[in-house]
Structure formats: structure tokens, C-alpha cells
């Protein structure tokens, strides 16, 4: 979904794998092809969806302040998002101007708090693995698990059956369903403009003048399935 500040600007725009068995686990905006990657850039070329394209610049806005058309116009060539067969997913940044990423699985890899600040790349950075699926069934599979034990441990203690509160099993950090979601489940782009710390007018992606949020859709279907299905203990 494409977004300038906090405004979605168009529709969803689906993107599915050349092979009819396996959608490409990316929702962009606008309408649908069939590739295994996509590009997301500032051209205006309406078209240029059939090409594996979605360009910016095409989706009317007639609110558009200054500031994000500003910034429409430096993304460039932007970004290129590949699906892999594994479900993992590569992103490039084409852009000659910076690109901000929020991914937990970039989080992981550098031992941050989830959605603690962005990732900043240029055209210098190789082609970055921004999602592993077997990481987020992994993370996922451990929260629900231990949502489900203290809801269980709390439960009992209400009816009398367990120690009290200060016994509870601890529930992991990011244990709600939003959260989840967040972390496991999506990618976000901000082009041009960063958030978070050193940024004390953009304390949020929100806050940024355009930005894309990509929708994994493999991963949202496991989060669904343990969430009803998650583990009973005792």
C-alpha cells in the first residue's frame, strides 16, 4: 500500500508469482500482475504495471502537499523487491536517494529491539535479504505459544487451581497480534525521508512524505493458522 504521511493514496495493488501455484508474498497498490519481483519507483507511466512496475507517480492525488511531491519526484528508480521459491524476499535499492526499511528480520539480524528505528540503504548496498520466512514462523510460533501458556496460567489462578500473579509465565515481548503482524508480517519503505531517532519532526514512518507497506502474505496465513491452533499446555 502506498501511503503519503498518513493518507493511502489508490488501492491495493496485488502482485502473484509467474507460477499460478504460489502468490509473490508482496501487496503494493493499484491493480495485478504476475512476476516474481516489482519495482516501485517515481515514474508516471500508468502502464507500466504489465511491465512488473508500480509507478508512484501515476496514483492522482489531488492533496498532495508540496513536501511529498518534492519527494515523488527524487525516488527515482526506487526499490525492486524479488520474491524467492524459499518465501524469503531480496530487496535493491535503485534510488540515488536513500530508501528507509523497517524489517524485523533486519532487527534480528542486528540484535535491535523490533521496530526500534529504520535501515537505511543506497545504491551502494547489494541486493539485501529483508525476510526469511522460517525466521518469522519460528518468532511467531514462539510468541503464540507463550501467550497462550500465560493465558492459561492466569486463567487457572482465577479459578483457584495455580500459584498467583507473581508466578505467571512471562509472556514474550510482541505477543499481540498487531504486533505480530508488524514484525513478522510486513516490510515498510520510506523513500528519501528516515524516522525514528535523529529525526525529531518524523517520530513515525507516518510522518514521512512517501512510503510504501508490503503485506506478506505466506506469513500472515501461518500467523492465522497458529493463532488458531496455538499450543494447550498443561
Known amino acids: 500500500m502506498y501511503y503519503e504521511l498518513d493518507t493511502q493514496i489508490g488501492e491495493t495493488f496485488k502482485v502473484r508469482r509467474s507460477h499460478p501455484s504460489s502468490e509473490l508474498p508482496i501487496t503494493a497498490n493499484f491493480s495485478q500482475i504476475r512476476s516474481d519481483e516489482v519495482r516501485v519507483d517515481g515514474g508516471m507511466d500508468p502502464l507500466a504495471l504489465h511491465k512488473g512496475r508500480l509507478c508512484l507517480g501515476a496514483l492522482p492525488n489531488v492533496h498532495r502537499g508540496e513536501v511529498s511531491e518534492r519527494t515523488r519526484i527524487h525516488i527515482g528508480d526506487g526499490v525492486e523487491l524479488r520474491a524467492l521459491p524459499s518465501g524469503d524476499v531480496m530487496m535493491v535499492c535503485r534510488s540515488h536517494k536513500p530508501i528507509f526499511v523497517r524489517s524485523g528480520f533486519l532487527d534480528y539480524c542486528s540484535k535491535m529491539p523490533y521496530g526500534s528505528k529504520p535501515h537505511r540503504f543506497t545504491q551502494e548496498n547489494e541486493a539485501t535479504k529483508v ?15 507463550s501467550a497462550s501458556e500465560a493465558a492459561m496460567a492466569q486463567a487457572a489462578a482465577v ?37 525514528g531517532p535523529g529525526y525529531p519532526s518524523r517520530h513515525s514512518i507516518k510522518d514521512t512524505p512517501c512510503w510504501i507497506e508490503i503485506q506478506l502474505h505466506r506469513p500472515l496465513q501461518l500467523l492465522d493458522y497458529l493463532l488458531k491452533h496455538a499450543p494447550l499446555t498443561g
Do not use: Q
Open 131 to 145: 525476510f526469511d520466512l522460517r525466521w518469522a514462523y519460528h518468532e511467531m510460533m514462539c510468541r503464540t505459544r
Open 159 to 195: 479459578a483457584g487451581f495455580a500459584p498467583g500473579v507473581e508466578n505467571f509465565p512471562e509472556m514474550m515481548a510482541d505477543s499481540g497480534v498487531d504486533g505480530m503482524r508488524s514484525a513478522f508480517c510486513t516490510l515498510a519503505i520510506s523513500f528519501v525521508k528516515g524516522w
